[in-house]
């Protein structure tokens, strides 16, 4: 851990106001896709372009389980499963549990967080479409390096951990809470949910947020609720244009959507889809599911995977590869296209025969991201060919203009 002055001084300003109780439950091995990115990267960073700058604000009154005063004031903010969370004043470092904080966290005009889980599966290229709003991953830390060492977070010394503690003590053979009390009391506080996936049975016992509640509580924690309110407003005004695109239930495709590593895929991991962030693209265009109309299990029950033969008796119209967000459009179309339309099975799906397979989109959403692939999914299986946001009114808010 830092021992410099300044290191000490912000230390003393932030403080957990929460007893972490018993939250070691029963949880799942890490697969091979897991340790390694799974998505056809690494966790080492490709991205070079210039961090979204910090914006220093005034704190503001919020709601929802959070008491705010003004800047340096002291405050609170509530979520689970580590209940209250009290801070002396706004972090200025922090670390996240995924691309999905870590975009919040863009959005809410933060710096990027000193560290995520896997760097490659925060995939910072759909800044791209938002003009002046970019991530350098360069110096960003992955946080899972064949184990989570305590030492770690220690080096990062951030001032708050934005990570689900159930998530590093179930996720793999990691952590117990012996070292969640000891790295909250020595370091920084935890605060997080694991709100990607509703796959997890050490989740059922405490509540999932939506991408939105849980946004609004990291901007309790940054004292950014006007920032919120404007992404919520204009994530309003997205809905009502994807209410206008959206065909009739009856008129719906149904979508296969899986995990496919590498360029060469002969077997994929079947996601169902369910409730957290991962999905929310697919609920909102209403798209059937055409694996939940099968007795295939979701990958998450029993880690089964399936082969080109299954994925032909069931013959959806569209197939949508996670695992691949790493490649340009074109670079999917002339690797894992190509070879299912020279595969002597894979060639005989109707997804295949009329072009419908495409980049499933990735595991961990945040508000800007969401807009994107959302927008994507749209041309994907609807046809989509207006923007259906605004990016210059994304970077407005961004910025702080708003």
């Known amino acids: 851990m830092m021992t410099d002055d300044s290191s000490r001084t912000r230390r003393t300003v932030l403080k957990t106001g929460a007893t972490l109780g018993t939250l070691a439950l029963a949880g799942c091995t890490e697969s091979a896709s897991d340790t390694s990115g799974g998505d056809g990267s690494t966790a080492t960073n490709t991205d070079t372009a210039t961090a979204t700058p910090t914006d220093a604000e005034t704190a503001e009154t919020s709601t929802d389980g959070a008491t705010e005063t003004a800047t340096g004031g002291r405050y609170s903010v509530t979520m689970e499963p580590v209940g209250t969370v ?152 997205f809905q009502s244009n994807l209410g206008d695109v959206v065909p009739a239930e009856g008129e719906r495709p149904a979508v296969a959507i899986m995990w496919a590593s590498g360029d060469e895929p002969a077997e994929f991991s079947p996601y169902l889809i369910s409730q957290g962030t991962s999905f929310k693209q697919w609920r909102d265009l209403g798209v059937r599911d055409a694996l939940a109309e099968t007795d295939v299990q979701d990958f998450h029950e ?65 508000p800007i991201t969401n807009l994107v692939v959302t927008e994507r999914a749209a041309r994907q299986v609807y046809d989509v060919d207006e923007q259906l946001f605004d990016r210059q009114r994304v970077a407005d808010i961004v910025s702080g203009e708003f």
């Open 302 to 366: 029993n880690r089964g995977r399936i082969d080109f033969e299954t994925l032909l008796e069931i013959d959806p119209e569209y197939v949508m590869f996670r695992g691949q967000e790493g490649k340009t459009a074109q670079q999917f179309q002339d690797t894992v296209v190509t070879y299912m339309e020279n595969h002597e099975v894979g060639s005989q799906l109707s997804a295949v025969e009329n072009g419908n397979v495409h980049r499933g989109g990735p595991l961990y959403q945040g």
């Open 86 to 237: 009290e801070f002396e004043g706004v972090p200025e470092t922090w670390v996240a549990n995924n691309g999905s904080w870590a975009d919040m966290g863009i959005a809410l005009g933060q710096e990027p967080p000193k560290g995520v889980w896997l760097t490659g599966r925060y995939h910072t290229q759909y800044y791209d479409e938002i003009p002046g709003v970019s991530v350098d991953k360069s110096d960003m830390v992955s946080l899972y390096q064949d184990g989570v060492s305590k030492e770690r977070f220690y080096a990062l010394d951030g001032d708050v951990h934005v990570v689900d503690p159930n998530f590093l003590m179930n996720r793999f053979n990691g952590w117990e809470q012996s070292d969640v009390d000891e790295i909250s009391e020595q370091v920084a506080p935890f605060f997080g949910n694991s709100i990607f996936s509703g796959g997890y049975t050490w989740h059922e016992d405490y509540q999932y947020y939506t991408l939105y509640e849980a946004f609004e509580k990291l901007a309790q924690v940054f004292q950014q609720t006007e920032r919120y309110e404007a992404f919520a407003t204009l994530h309003d005004e």
